[in-house]
């Protein structure tokens, strides 16, 4: 078996290598009992995120490449992987656009692009202040004084630690 | 994947300090941070990742219910973190930050990967197999190599401690200091009311400005690395629940610790010298005492923060070993002895490693005596072997007399090289009673099956008046039995057994002067550490100073410190 077709959400076929179960939980799983010709349907999968997946997949020659660096030392994602073609596919993409990819790469059971992903959203809250991230998430709750006076005493080691991580 | 997860993926990618900020944002990411799984993730990726070791795996099929231990992964990070802060509190306190730095890194460095392979034992090997027992048994040799090795910056520290000696010593002057430096100095367990004796430093200007507690306050932070390290080795060991994995990790772990006490030794031996010359200047003592170094705080620390917590395991694990091993050899007809070699090795190593818990500078010097003065540690060990080894020759001696002797023979190739003299010298005792008692009931069961045609004509049989020979006649007091055991010794000979009869009287002459308790080499041993001031005895007073034992609480040492000190 060298090609399977898998279906996307708007009904969309698509032809790859079945090394992609190298990559895919989902695709792996399914394989075990894979009647020939027999297509593969997504169904959390938009066509678009597919082309994506599909495209990682290709560059990657459907190995699984080396996770991003863990914890991240910057906040560029490209000073995080190994390979700077990861980061240029990744920064593409807005943040919906990265939301939605989380979810289809979860779908397919797809670890090492949606470590990408999230890193690469990790990468946004590196060096951001508490307001600066309560303004650009819109978030609005506010904790009382108390726990946040709690907070402060709790982790005074993390504010006051050498940078030895 | 529901998004909580997802923040804690996240999360996982962030250091420590950017997650504190990310859980002030919101509730959900306060929770988030919560989760002590993401924690322990954390702490194995600094602590325990790169805890990078040689050595290789010994794996087997014997499993155990792993430590039990409900750990809190985010006091634990918050611990290490905390410690790793007070070094900052030290800083620009006579030395300038770029060394404190270099000697921050250094011992982390020799904590984590120590400078293997390991150095050369000082003296032969058969007489101290490990580095700590090479360390403690030659304490009071020669002096370790003082000043830096590694850095040359480090050479200030040196200087630094020479200068300031002075102005340190007029500073402990007063009671309320040198309270301190004796609690830094002898490890003491301080009292319920004086529990909060800084654990973390405070960052307090007036203290920094100040000399006193320099000294106290430096070897505070070494310990909490030295701490540190050694929690994330016992965090590493809870979770194996394999017998011989678990050991094998023990020694590998224990081994590279050792070669860390010897390079620690020389790279913090000003801070120790300058430790020692204020303590000595304020209580000079009226008997010897060991000196405070480098190794008996890193032995203290290991005993207090990994074996406290895993010698039940290794003692009943060493003990299982010991079962299988012998079962193994009971139910193999030819054994291969070079199979079994890895499990003699694995057991034996970990052996003297509880050795290394059980002994201290001037009990080392007894180690091959067999009344080697062993603490509690050695002592469990010991008692355990012998009631399974008592068990085991029991067993083995309703076997015919042919494989009892066999087995018996393997037992003794393999329990000379795992225990100590002490312990070999109390097992061979009941490896001979054994034999005896196996010789016994196959030669008096061939003895009674004997029949009753004598040939009166015979000449008296040496043997007969041998151990082999009182056997027989003890077993037997009729009016014949002297014609009787005569002609059976003529039987056994004609039979080409002679040889069982020698080996019976020999067995019989060693057993009898370990009763006496004639051992050639414990005189040996007496003569050379008699001349040299070391007694086997010593008084219960000056064994508390010498002891490695976990701790020596404040009353105890008070008490001593009446008769001992002035």
Partial sequence: ?165 | MNSPIIIQIIASFLDAKTIITFSQVCKLFHKTMQIDSFWEKLYYMKYIGNLEIFGELVTGDLHMKPLNSSRKFLKLYQKGALRENNWSVIKGRFLPDSDIGLISMEIRENLKNPLLPLPMLRREAKNFTTLVQDSLGNAFGEPPMSGFNSFSEAETLMQVFYDIQESLIQEYSTNYHSSFLCKTRWQLKSKKSNKKYIKFLPKSKTLIKSKSFFVNDMVLVVKGLIKTHCTSVLVNLEKISEIKNFLNEYCIRWEAYSASISSLETILSPLCSIFNTIYDCYFPHKFRTPAFTICRLMIIIWKREVFNYVYDIIINGIVIVIQKLRENLEKNNSVNMDLLENDILLLSKTVQFIVDMSGNELTFQYIDHTKFPAEIFYLILEQKVERATQQYYLEISTLPLLVCKKLMKYDESFVSRIFLQRTSYKIKKMRLETLLQSYQSHYFSLYKEYGSFFNDELPTDPFMYTPFGKMLFNNDTSLTSTKKIKNFIEYIKVKNHANDIVEYNNIDGELEEIKKGLCDKDEEIEYVNEGQGFSLEISKEESMFFSLADDMDVEDFEKVAKYGFK
């Avoid at chain 1, 060298?2 to 399914?30: A, M, P, W, Y």
């Avoid at chain 1, 990682?56 to 994602?77: E, M």
């Avoid at chain 1, 946004?124 to 307001?131: A, G, L, R, S, T």
């Fill in chain 1, 1 to 165: 078996m060298s090609e399977i077709t898998l279906v996307s959400k708007e009904g969309t076929k698509i032809q790859i290598s079945s090394q992609f179960s190298n990559l895919s939980g989902f695709i792996h799983n399914i394989l075990q009992d894979y009647q020939q010709n027999e297509d593969i349907s997504l169904a959390s999968v938009s066509f678009i995120n597919l082309q994506m997946i599909l495209e990682y997949a290709v560059h990657h020659n459907f190995q699984v490449p080396q996770p991003p660096r863990c914890p991240i030392t910057s906040p560029n994602i490209a000073d995080n992987v190994s390979d700077p073609w990861d980061a240029e596919f990744v920064n593409r993409l807005n943040e919906d656009q990265i939301i939605d990819l989380v979810t289809a790469t979860n779908f397919l059971d797809m670890k090492s692009l949606m470590d990408l992903c999230l890193a690469k959203i990790a990468c946004m809250f590196k060096y951001k202040d508490i307001e600066t991230l309560r303004k650009e998430y819109g978030i609005t709750e506010e904790f009382t004084a108390e726990i946040e006076e709690k907070l402060k005493s709790d982790f005074p080691w993390a504010m006051e630690a050498e940078s030895n991580d």
